[in-house]
Structures are given as C-alpha cells and as structure tokens.
C-alpha cells in the first residue's frame, strides 16, 4: 500500500534518514521500532507530506506522491494523527470531532481541523457520525467534557476518533502509548485492532512499548542509523543480535552523557 524507496534526508550534518526502504502492506499493522534518533519520526514526516526527502520516493497505491502536501494525502485516506492543538481543548470531545466531517470536500477538509469555524455544525450525518465515533472508543461518557480535562490515554483516543471522522485507509501512529495509563492502553490498543479488523484501516505505528508492539504488530521494522536494520514477525526481530546491539549501543551512548 505504502512503498518507501531508497529515502534520505539530512538536517544540516546530520543524516536523519539514510536510504531507508520498506513496504507497509495493506490490512497490515506494522510496526516501526528501534533506539531513539533512529530517524522513525522524521521518517513518518516525510510519508505524511510534512518533510520533503533529499533522495528517495514515497509510494502510494502505486502513485508517487512524494512531496504532496499533508491535505491532498489526507483526502486520499492517508493521516498521521496529531496531538489535539491547545486551542481544542476548550472545546467538548463531541466538538472536536465535529471539525472533521466526512463528506467535507476540497481543500479545506485539512484547514477545517484547525479552524473550526468553518464546519457546519448541525448537519445531521456528521452528528449521527460523531456518536458512532464515540461509542466505537468508549469515549460516549466524556462527549461533553472539554478536551483539556481528558487523560492521557483519552486523549489519544480522541486523536483515533478524529481519523475515524474522515475514513481514513492507512494510519500513521506515531508513539499513541507513551504517557498512557496501562487501562488506557488496552483501549487503545483494542481500537487499533477493531479499526485494522472491522474497519480494514492499515497501520504503521511507532511505539516503544514492546509489549504493545507485539501483540499487535506483523512485522516489525526495526530503523537505527536511518535506515533499516531487519524486518519480520516480533520473535525474530527480538531474538536478532543486531537489533539488541542498536538498543544497547545506544544505551551506552546515552550512558556516557
Ligand atoms: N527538525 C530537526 N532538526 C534537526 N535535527 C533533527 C530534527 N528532527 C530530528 N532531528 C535529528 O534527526 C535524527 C532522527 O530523529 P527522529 O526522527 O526524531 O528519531 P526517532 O523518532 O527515531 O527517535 C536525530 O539525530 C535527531 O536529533
Ligand atoms: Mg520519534
């Protein structure tokens, strides 16, 4: 579905992602992992329209769509979530769905998430949508609470939420577990799968929870140095020696200060 090709990109001397290359295949959830500064998050940058690559080519359902930016991606069903602005959370949960409506066409589908202003509030579908939403992420219970007052966790079920607004098809998550309670992270843990399940969304997730990883992830990349070190199901990525020495190296590097 997603094929990144020979990709690099440099921020001044540094070789943030370095001719890396891998497949996310549809219906998949696969898993992007490996030691931090690796280049995972400048990598889904660059997918999502955000960072243009020195080198290399992003692979869409078989169309190049490198360089295209966020909002034309995200009207061809390709998201990376992004944490609620701070503006949103004077907002009610049920409000911030709202500013995603499904059938808002053209260009303004991506501004509209920033300036909800301009989403008509009273159309029927998108309400009857939004209580879907709601109740598919347990969230149905805090749809009136302003958004500043969700947890950690609730928070990044909103972000789900807010994809499931504009039918998405492939979702990148970068990292949804970090600062989460463990109850939380079930929730969302369980949302990926029904949504990869039921909703036929595909996945590539960043996450430094292996547990989380490898319950839910097949295969697992594992990038260090910006590239790719190996990729497979989590047993072999996790027995590979290779993939321990990253972790530990950079264990030690960060050891030593
Ligand atoms: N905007 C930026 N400007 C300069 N250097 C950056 C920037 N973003 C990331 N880097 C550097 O690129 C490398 C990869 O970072 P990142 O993609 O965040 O790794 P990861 O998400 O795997 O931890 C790191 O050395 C980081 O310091
Ligand atoms: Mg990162």
Redesign the pocket.
């Known amino acids: 579905m997603i094929r990144i090709e020979d990709v690099s990109l440099s ?2 001397g ?1 070789r ?1 992602v370095d001719g890396c290359s891998f497949e996310v295949a549809e219906g998949s959830i696969t898993g992007l992992i ?1 030691p ?8 889904f940058n660059i997918v999502a329209g955000l960072l243009k690559p020195d080198a290399g080519r992003i692979v869409f359902d078989g169309e190049d769509i490198t360089g295209l930016p966020p909002h034309t991606l995200f009207h061809r069903g390709l998201v990376r979530t992004f944490q609620i602005p701070h503006e949103f959370y004077r907002m009610t949960v049920r409000e911030n769905l709202m500013l995603v409506p499904p059938e808002q066409a053209g260009e303004n589908l991506f501004a509209s998430w920033f300036s909800w202003g301009r989403v008509k509030r009273q159309d029927a579908d998108v309400l009857d949508k939004v209580d879907e939403v709601l109740a598919f992420l347990n969230l149905t219970h805090v749809a009136d609470e302003l958004a500043g007052n969700l947890s950690g966790g609730q928070k990044k079920l909103l972000d789900l939420g807010r994809t499931m607004m504009t039918d998405a098809r492939m979702v990148l998550l970068d990292e949804p577990g970090a600062g989460v309670n463990r109850t939380l992270l079930g929730a969302i843990t369980t949302a990926i799968r029904r949504l990869n399940e039921e909703r036929g969304y595909t996945f590539c997730l ?1 996450e430094h929870d292996m547990d989380v990883i490898a319950e839910l992830c097949d295969p697992v990349i594992v ?1 260090a140095q910006g590239t790719v070190l190996t990729q497979g199901p989590m047993s072999e990525v996790r027995s590979n020696p290779d993939v321990r020495e990253a972790y530990l190296g950079h264990a030690e590097t960060e050891d030593a200060g």
Do not use: E, W
């Not at 931090?36 to 990598?43: D, P, Q, V």
């Open positions: 921020f001044g540094i943030a490996g931090n500064g690796a280049g995972k998050s400048t990598l960043i990038m």
